[in-house]
């Protein structure tokens, strides 16, 4: 499945569409193939201010479209650098709730040119929803995305 899906988003990005519809599509379309990926959506740095800020999502809203650097999950990673997995998000002291169905969550940075300058988030209703393959594959996303957000010279 994971590769097949990789193909499918490798395609839609030579198509070049828009960034924001492109983001856009990409947080649908693993969102609606994944049956364990309950919420998806890519946040991007807002440096200045310390901050990441939703750009795109599929899945319920949430409240937490500005998260501080240090905050949750997504909030540790923008310090870190590196990809996150919660099997149990209530063993997480610094946990962010954006819903009280959520059960495990992983967070994958997106680097530019060597730089972290946002990440994708994953929300599942389901404990320990993800392995090495998730965490390979969502690695991979943002290598596809990042690739086309050099080329289109998107603005964050």
């Excluded at 899945?59 to 149990?88: E, M, R, W, Y």
């Excluded at 992983?106 to 998730?134: C, H, M, Y």
């Amino acid at each position: 499945m994971y590769k097949s899906l990789l193909e499918h988003i490798a395609q839609r990005l030579y198509q070049n569409p828009e960034p924001q519809e492109l983001l856009e599509w990409v947080c649908a379309e693993i969102q609606q193939k994944l049956s364990a990926y309950d919420w998806v959506g890519f946040y991007f740095h807002k440096p200045e201010k310390k901050e990441l800020h939703l750009k795109a999502f599929a899945g319920k809203p949430t409240d937490h479209t500005v998260i501080p650097f240090g905050k949750g999950i997504c909030g540790q990673v923008a310090l870190s650098n590196q990809n996150f997995v919660v099997d149990d998000v209530s063993e997480q002291d610094n946990y962010i709730a954006c819903s009280i169905n959520v059960k495990s969550e992983i967070v994958v940075p997106l680097f530019l040119e060597g730089k972290n300058v946002g990440q994708i988030d994953i929300d599942s209703n389901t404990s320990r929803a993800f392995d090495d393959k998730d965490e390979a594959f969502l690695v991979e996303v943002n290598r596809l995305v990042a690739a086309y957000l050099l080329r289109s010279e998107m603005n964050f």
